[in-house]
């Protein structure tokens, strides 16, 4: 089960045009991976392409998408695999997150992000399955872990796409096809920006954006499974699971309020 074949195979990195899916696809294009690269932004998925292209002499796709309207994944997947393009693996990466009392977030907004971070991996997950694809990595939150008020709809987004993760996982186990979920702490990247929250360099857990693509790439590289990277994080995500809710909800209640 062990390595994992990356040169010369094409990868599908949702999110691409920042953050933690830049990350990936900087890595997989610096391992030899073809990289189709999808966002909203299509100038920074033009720039990053051609910066990949020069550097490691991969092929690139950009392929620009709102995936938060109906239809948008199977469309994105179809343009992937346009011209029978064979997408090896599958970077459910974008989404996004917002930080407020559930009464006064935005409905449409929290629906919005509903699709991003569930509606829209669980659909490439199920195309990409169907069409051969033998890795699919997953990028949920450890705040899939355990509600999380002010967040309480991403924390719900991101305990289902961990939960759909793992469960598929499971099923697969036994074949050739690996499904890695990776669950990061806090990583500064545009997400505070997004959804109104904040790290400094002292938050606790803090992670780089290359530092989670490295952990879920390892896992990849070793036949798929769950991983949390960080210490810190990998400990708070265990506490949270035997302590009683009632206090896990207090605590996390309390930590949201320190952060501005
Ligand atoms: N940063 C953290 O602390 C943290 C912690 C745990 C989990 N995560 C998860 O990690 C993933 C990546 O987040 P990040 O930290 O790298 O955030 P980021 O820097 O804000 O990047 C988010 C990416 O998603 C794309 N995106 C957002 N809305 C989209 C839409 N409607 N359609 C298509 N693409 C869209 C953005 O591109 P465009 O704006 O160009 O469309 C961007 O490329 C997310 O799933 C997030 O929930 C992040």
Request: glycine share 10%; aromatic share 4%; hydrophobic share 45%.
């Amino acid at each position: 089960m062990g390595g994992w074949s990356y040169a010369g195979r094409w990868a599908l990195v949702t999110g691409a045009s920042a953050g933690i899916g830049e990350a990936f696809a900087r890595a997989l294009a610096g391992r030899g991976m073809h990289v189709a690269l999808s966002a909203r932004r299509e100038d920074r998925l033009r720039e990053l392409a051609e910066e990949l292209r020069s550097a490691h002499s991969v092929e690139t796709a950009v392929l620009p998408a709102d995936l938060s309207g109906p239809g948008a994944a199977s469309g994105l997947w179809s343009m992937a695999t346009a011209g029978g393009r064979s997408m090896s693996l599958l970077v459910n990466n974008a989404g996004f997150g917002l930080r407020g009392e559930f009464t006064e977030l935005p409905l449409d907004r929290q629906q919005e992000m509903l699709r991003l971070n569930c509606a829209v991996p669980m659909e490439l997950m199920h195309l990409a399955l169907a069409a051969g694809t033998t890795g699919i990595i997953n990028v949920a939150s450890i705040a899939g872990y355990q509600p999380v008020p002010t967040m309480a709809a991403y924390s719900a987004s991101k305990a289902f796409l961990l939960t759909l993760s793992e469960a598929v996982a499971e099923e697969m186990r036994g074949t050739s096809t690996r499904i890695v979920t990776v669950n990061p702490g806090p990583v500064a990247t545009e997400f505070q920006r997004v959804a109104g929250t904040s790290v400094t360099r002292r938050t606790l857990g803090l992670r780089t954006p290359e530092q989670v693509v490295g952990a879920a790439l390892r896992t990849l590289e070793a036949g798929g499974g769950t991983v949390v990277p960080g210490l810190t994080n990998r400990l708070s995500a265990v506490v949270v699971r035997v302590a009683p809710r009632s206090l896990v909800l207090k605590v996390a209640k309390k930590m949201m309020k320190s952060f501005r």
